[in-house]
């Protein structure tokens, strides 16, 4: 605070307490001495704090707005999903009660179509070929053991990724440890973690991996592309898939691999097998699955997987000056096409071919 005493043409600011000349303060009639008792500066500074008000007042209640539309749009999209689930069961119960009897594949009893469970398709609902009690046992007979416990362990409770790398992707997964188990895991020695790892994605992807195409028998064309250690196994799999698809109510043309091979039978006609690659390291038959895939959409196949539905890959791949099947995998997550730290990293990074057999 200035203890001067004003001279001729000055005056003291109420606010800043600081003698100015009167040529920094705005006239005001009524007043005494003909101008405000608060200097121009300080009077620019008040307006500059009202506005900063007005708009963090104004800020908080579009933040507000926001918070209530995003809370109206989430509750009309759980009415949505929930009257959604409902005509869903209701279709299902309906198409449950159609049904005729069937006979278990595992204990061979003929049952109600009600002991079966039952899952959702393309093409409508698909019956479970093993009755319920049949189908526990074989989830239970699916389950692997943890390689520290070694307790045998639901996929649900492993865990799902490791050291930042996913250990799942590309439809499968490594089930590695369960997660009760991860600190034990992870104080290990690296040396002892990479034979943990070595033996369980081993066991995941057992020697003998292949990929596949199915092909059409009248235009010869490459139909879809798959990955299997038991080829011949997995086509009779494919064939019994598509003869086991039922229709739904609402059922509708869709060009998936069960309709297209359903189509086919219809006309007293299969597709055929070819094995297209033996992969030698086998940890890494997914990686090849969707190299090649990608080398199908990029060659104009007539794909029926996934991922030849997804227009955005599609136009990525096609505008890709790539060679899938012999582009070095970095240069595929330098592109994106492989995620780094994805499931194909982790096999890459912890699978090395100095620990391979």
Same mark, same amino acid.
């Given at each position: 605070?200035?203890?001067?005493?004003?001279?001729?043409n000055?005056?003291?600011?109420?606010?800043?307490?600081?003698?100015?000349?009167?040529?920094?303060?705005s006239?005001?009639?009524?007043?005494?001495?003909?101008?405000?008792?608060?200097?121009?500066?300080?009077?620019?500074?008040?307006?500059?704090?009202?506005?900063?008000?007005?708009?963090?007042?104004?800020?908080?209640?579009?933040?507000?707005?926001?918070?209530?539309?995003?809370?109206?749009?989430?509750?009309?999209?759980?009415?949505?999903?929930?009257q959604?689930?409902?005509?869903?069961?209701?279709?299902?119960?309906?198409?449950?009660?159609?049904?005729?009897?069937?006979?278990?594949?595992?204990?061979?009893?003929?049952?109600?179509?009600?002991?079966?469970?039952?899952?959702?398709?393309?093409? %409508?609902?698909? $019956?479970?070929?093993? =009755? /319920?009690? &049949?189908? *526990?046992?074989? +989830?239970?007979?699916?389950?692997?053991?943890?390689?520290?416990?070694?307790?045998k362990?639901?996929?649900?409770?492993?865990?799902?990724?490791?050291?930042?790398?996913?250990?799942?992707g590309? %439809?499968?997964? $490594?089930?590695?440890? =369960? /997660?009760? &188990?991860e *600190?034990?895991? +992870?104080?290990?020695?690296?040396?002892?973690q990479?034979?943990?790892?070595?033996?369980?994605?081993?066991?995941?992807?057992?020697?003998?991996?292949?990929?596949?195409?199915?092909?059409?028998?009248?235009?010869?064309?490459?139909?879809?592309?798959?990955?299997?250690?038991?080829?011949?196994?997995?086509?009779?799999?494919?064939?019994?898939?598509?003869?086991?698809?039922?229709?739904?109510?609402?059922?509708?043309?869709?060009?998936?691999?069960?309709?297209?091979?359903?189509?086919?039978?219809?006309?007293?006609?299969?597709?055929?097998?070819?094995?297209?690659?033996?992969?030698?390291?086998?940890?890494?038959?997914?990686?090849?699955?969707?190299?090649?895939?990608?080398y199908?959409?990029?060659?104009?196949?007539n794909?029926?997987n996934?991922?030849?539905?997804?227009?955005?890959?599609?136009?990525r791949?096609?505008?890709?000056?790539?060679?899938?099947?012999?582009?070095?995998?970095?240069?595929?997550?330098?592109?994106?096409?492989?995620?780094?730290?994805?499931?194909?990293?982790?096999?890459?990074?912890?699978?090395?071919?100095?620990?391979?057999?």
């Amino acid at each position: 605070m200035s203890t001067a005493t004003p001279q001729e043409n000055e005056k003291p600011c109420r606010q800043c307490k600081q003698i100015k000349p009167l040529l920094a303060f705005s006239r005001l009639k009524g007043k005494a001495d003909g101008y405000k008792e608060i200097c121009d500066e300080c009077q620019g500074f008040n307006q500059q704090e009202r506005h900063r008000r007005v708009a963090a007042q104004r800020a908080m209640w579009l933040q507000g707005q926001e918070r209530e539309d995003r809370r109206q749009m989430e509750w009309a999209r759980r009415v949505a999903l929930r009257q959604a689930q409902e005509t869903r069961w209701q279709e299902l119960e309906n198409w449950y009660l159609q049904q005729p009897d069937r006979r278990c594949r595992a204990c061979q009893q003929l049952l109600p179509a009600s002991a079966f469970d039952s899952t959702s398709s393309a093409n %409508g609902f698909v $019956l479970y070929t093993r =009755c /319920k009690a &049949c189908h *526990a046992l074989l +989830l239970e007979r699916r389950q692997v053991a943890c390689c520290m416990c070694q307790k045998k362990t639901l996929r649900v409770d492993f865990i799902s990724q490791l050291k930042g790398y996913a250990l799942c992707g590309m %439809g499968t997964s $490594l089930s590695l440890c =369960c /997660k009760r &188990c991860e *600190a034990s895991f +992870l104080a290990l020695p690296e040396p002892e973690q990479r034979v943990l790892i070595r033996s369980c994605c081993e066991r995941t992807f057992p020697i003998g991996q292949v990929i596949y195409a199915e092909v059409d028998p009248e235009t010869h064309e490459i139909r879809y592309v798959g990955r299997t250690s038991k080829p011949k196994r997995r086509h009779a799999q494919h064939l019994l898939e598509a003869a086991s698809v039922t229709n739904g109510a609402d059922s509708k043309v869709c060009h998936t691999r069960s309709s297209w091979i359903q189509t086919l039978a219809e006309r007293g006609l299969k597709p055929c097998m070819r094995i297209i690659r033996s992969v030698e390291v086998s940890p890494y038959v997914a990686e090849w699955e969707q190299r090649y895939i990608w080398y199908g959409i990029q060659q104009g196949w007539n794909l029926l997987n996934c991922e030849a539905a997804n227009e955005a890959l599609v136009a990525r791949i096609k505008n890709a000056h790539l060679d899938f099947l012999n582009a070095p995998f970095e240069t595929l997550v330098q592109q994106n096409f492989f995620p780094a730290y994805g499931f194909a990293y982790f096999l890459r990074t912890w699978y090395e071919s100095e620990y391979v057999s």
